[in-house]
């Protein structure tokens, strides 16, 4: 017998991995699971999203992350045995080490050597080791994909109409940091505005969120310094943002142990011209004809060059299929489904 899933949240504030903690919980709750979560009463922003959408929220803390963890591991000790833990992270992970009945899903491939050692701890006798990509699995011993997913559009989606002699709009979406790749595209930019004046305009949506304040700093001259054809928007809604653009770029040049935005303009139907950094190039699939060598401003320029000789609407509509098929949330709730069934949940 099952009793109650608990969803455990690594961190207060909203990132990758407490996006999939809110998509989890929704896609357990239509499965009709009964499900908790447990996050950190301070930052409340992820405790915040998951209360507003009714879940039973609770929030438990101390002084950091270490006292989150002892947090963690007070609360457990009034758990039924049949509750299970479902860690989404490895700080609730490493927290419950030795728990019988819980899930260990990383976001992140452990590469550090103390979080190694943490990982090393935190998943022998684990019920399962989650990852959300291939690329990820591979690199954590024992553990099995578990693909992250996106919501569709509200509304559906005709595409950007552009006139031939209109200027491609080249689209990036998230995190303003170098490792995101935002200077390899500045440097594309600058190439494509001596080689094809005219031909090309970028919009910049995103924050410095999570980015240490001198690299914030750098970033922000370069964006200043770019041309006219780059417009920095600051914080943009993603639908609304997606419909604006006719490309998605995403230069990352770290190993992506997914890739959500990538997977949302799929569902969007934007076109994206991809790094091959980490998962990346196994979200967008084998076969997806813009993707480029990691760092390399030459190449990304060639493929966004290449965009402008391609019916745009059929890579459109492949992407589509395909996010259906892996990423979207019904997709995500059957995977959802399939796991409990081979854990006996």
Request: hydrophobic share 50%.
């Amino acid at each position: 017998m099952t009793g109650r899933i608990w969803i455990l949240a690594n961190q207060g504030e909203v990132g990758g991995g407490e996006v999939m903690l809110h998509h989890l919980a929704t896609a357990l709750r239509e499965l009709g699971r009964d499900v908790g979560v447990v996050a950190p009463v301070h930052p409340a922003e992820t405790a915040d999203r998951l209360a507003a959408d009714g879940f039973d929220v609770v929030r438990v803390g101390g002084p950091g992350r270490l006292g989150y963890m002892r947090a963690l591991r007070a609360w457990d000790r009034g758990r039924g045995d049949d509750d299970v833990a479902w860690c989404n992270g490895l700080l609730p992970a490493t927290a419950l080490a030795g728990r019988p009945r819980r899930i260990v899903h990383l976001h992140q491939v452990p590469e550090k050597p103390l979080l190694r050692v943490f990982s090393a701890l935190a998943r022998p006798g684990a019920l399962a080791v989650l990852a959300p990509s291939r690329f990820a699995a591979d690199r954590i011993r024992g553990a099995r994909v578990l693909h992250n997913w996106v919501p569709g559009p509200t509304a559906p989606q005709a595409g950007r109409a552009r006139d031939a002699d209109e200027p491609v709009t080249v689209g990036f979406l998230g995190r303003l940091s170098e490792d995101k790749g935002i200077v390899t595209l500045l440097e594309a930019a600058a190439l494509l505005r001596k080689t094809d004046p005219g031909a090309f305009v970028f919009r910049v949506a995103g924050e410095s969120r999570f980015v240490a304040d001198d690299e914030a700093e750098r970033l922000a001259t370069a964006l200043k310094a770019a041309g006219e054809d780059v417009q920095v928007l600051g914080w943009q809604d993603t639908a609304e943002f997606l419909a604006s653009v006719d490309v998605l770029a995403v230069p990352s040049q770290w190993a992506e142990v997914f890739g959500l935005v990538t997977a949302e303009a799929m569902a969007a139907g934007v076109p994206v011209v991809a790094s091959d950094a980490g998962a990346v190039p196994e979200v967008v699939g084998n076969d997806h004809p813009f993707v480029f060598p990691q760092r390399d401003a030459a190449a990304l320029a060639d493929r966004l060059q290449a965009v402008r000789a391609v019916d745009l609407g059929a890579v459109a509509h492949s992407q589509q299929r395909r996010w259906a098929s892996l990423f979207s949330p019904e997709a995500g709730r059957a995977a959802v489904a399939e796991l409990l069934d081979d854990l006996s949940l």
